[in-house]
């Protein structure tokens, strides 16, 4: 086995380790991490097949922006776990039925693939100078053009929604008008007392003896 198999190997254990991790963690905040190691595992294989573009998108992209965005998301909007574990029994058939088609469906694509392709012709080798950078940018911008317009309006929608969800009132919290905080002025702020330099301080004055006397 050469490293780069070995490597391959590796990073597709700790992918689908972390895949699983993804669906079955109780805590949102530690799912959102795990989705976070699976995207750089998945950047570390496509690195192997020489796609570095890719995996430095999947890096800088996913990683930096969107998962950020799903992990301040999921700490502000403070879910309540139980509530959400109440209707998991009731939902649980429809979910296995989805689930089994889903794996039913990969398993007849995956099969398909591993059987051996028809002999295709040798492709021509590749000038010293090649970038596939270049040659991705030519597909997204000339024949991908309107499915990349789709996928940055999605991906402008979330950011919208969840600052929406952010921005909603809460009970726990002081919610604090956008509007006042622009026409607040600083004498409203800050209020100016005058107070004497020095007070003298009150000279305490001493308590005279209390006598009881006992009458026969």
Same mark, same amino acid.
């Given at each position: 086995?050469?490293?780069?198999?070995?490597?391959?190997?590796?990073?597709?254990?700790?992918?689908?380790?972390?895949?699983?991790?993804?669906?079955?963690?109780?805590?949102?905040?530690?799912?959102?991490?795990?989705?976070?190691?699976?995207?750089?595992?998945?950047?570390?294989?496509?690195?192997?097949? %020489?796609?570095?573009?890719?995996?430095?998108?999947?890096?800088?992209?996913?990683?930096?922006?969107?998962?950020?965005?799903?992990?301040?998301?999921?700490?502000?909007?403070?879910?309540?776990?139980?509530?959400?574990?109440?209707?998991?029994?009731?939902?649980?058939?429809?979910?296995?039925?989805?689930?089994?088609?889903?794996?039913?469906?990969?398993?007849?694509?995956?099969?398909?693939?591993?059987?051996?392709?028809?002999?295709?012709?040798?492709?021509?080798?590749?000038?010293?100078?090649?970038?596939?950078? %270049?040659?991705?940018?030519?597909?997204?911008?000339?024949?991908?053009?309107?499915?990349?317009?789709?996928?940055?309006?999605?991906?402008?929608?979330?950011?919208?929604?969840?600052?929406?969800?952010?921005?909603?009132?809460?009970?726990?919290?002081?919610?604090?008008?956008?509007?006042?905080?622009?026409?607040?002025?600083?004498?409203?702020?800050?209020?100016?007392?005058?107070?004497?330099?020095?007070?003298?301080?009150?000279?305490?004055?001493?308590?005279?003896?209390?006598?009881?006397? %006992?009458?026969?």
């Amino acid at each position: 086995m050469d490293p780069q198999t070995g490597l391959f190997f590796l990073f597709s254990a700790v992918l689908l380790f972390a895949a699983f991790r993804v669906i079955t963690s109780r805590n949102p905040v530690h799912a959102a991490l795990f989705l976070v190691l699976c995207f750089f595992q998945a950047a570390a294989i496509w690195i192997l097949l %020489k796609a570095e573009f890719l995996a430095i998108t999947l890096v800088l992209v996913y990683v930096g922006a969107v998962m950020v965005l799903f992990l301040f998301v999921v700490m502000m909007l403070d879910i309540n776990m139980d509530s959400i574990r109440k209707g998991f029994w009731a939902h649980f058939p429809l979910a296995a039925f989805v689930g089994a088609l889903i794996a039913f469906e990969m398993a007849a694509v995956l099969m398909g693939g591993f059987r051996e392709p028809p002999q295709a012709p040798l492709a021509a080798p590749l000038a010293a100078d090649f970038s596939n950078t %270049k040659e991705l940018g030519k597909l997204l911008y000339t024949q991908y053009l309107y499915p990349l317009e789709v996928a940055a309006v999605l991906l402008l929608v979330a950011i919208i929604a969840a600052i929406a969800l952010t921005l909603r009132s809460r009970k726990d919290s002081r919610h604090i008008e956008p509007s006042e905080q622009v026409r607040v002025q600083a004498r409203d702020r800050v209020q100016l007392v005058k107070m004497a330099a020095t007070v003298t301080a009150p000279v305490p004055q001493p308590e005279a003896p209390q006598t009881q006397e %006992k009458k026969a």
